[in-house]
């Protein structure tokens, strides 16, 4: 049985980071592209970042390019978002999966972490 378990969201103001971890079980992690999407209220859910399964590359929405990185620990089976910088924008409830082409692998979510930013 697959499971995503999202953590490290909070409230934090403009300009602040926070380091989010998804940890996953019931799948080969070490072989699958990972990544983040986040939705926030009243719109769609949207990929945010995506490693690939040995961790050498790593592709971001424009939105967040050059603010957030991606990295992974195949190891823990653990996936990590850092983000600096953070704009009111990044407010959204952050979710992980594994990623198959473009499109999310796995229909069931985790409960996702939520990311406010605000003064």
């Known amino acids: 049985q697959v499971q995503l378990v999202e953590s490290g969201g909070g409230l934090v103001q403009p300009g602040g980071s926070l380091r989010l971890s998804c940890e996953a079980s019931?799948?080969?992690?070490?072989?699958?592209?990972m990544s983040w999407y986040r939705q926030a209220p009243g719109k769609e859910r949207e990929l945010v970042a995506a490693?690939?399964?040995?961790?050498?590359?790593?592709n971001y929405a424009d939105s967040v390019k050059g603010r957030f990185t991606i990295s992974r620990d195949n190891a823990k089976n653990t996936v990590y978002l850092q983000m600096d910088s953070l704009k009111p924008e990044d407010t959204a409830v952050y979710y992980c999966?594994?990623?198959?082409?473009?499109?999310?692998?796995?229909?069931?979510w985790g409960q996702g972490t939520q990311v406010t930013v605000s003064s």
């Open positions: 999966n594994a990623q198959r082409g473009l499109a999310p692998l796995f229909d069931s």
């Open positions: 019931g799948f080969t992690f070490s072989s699958r592209v």
């Open positions: 490693i690939s399964s040995a961790g050498s590359n790593a």
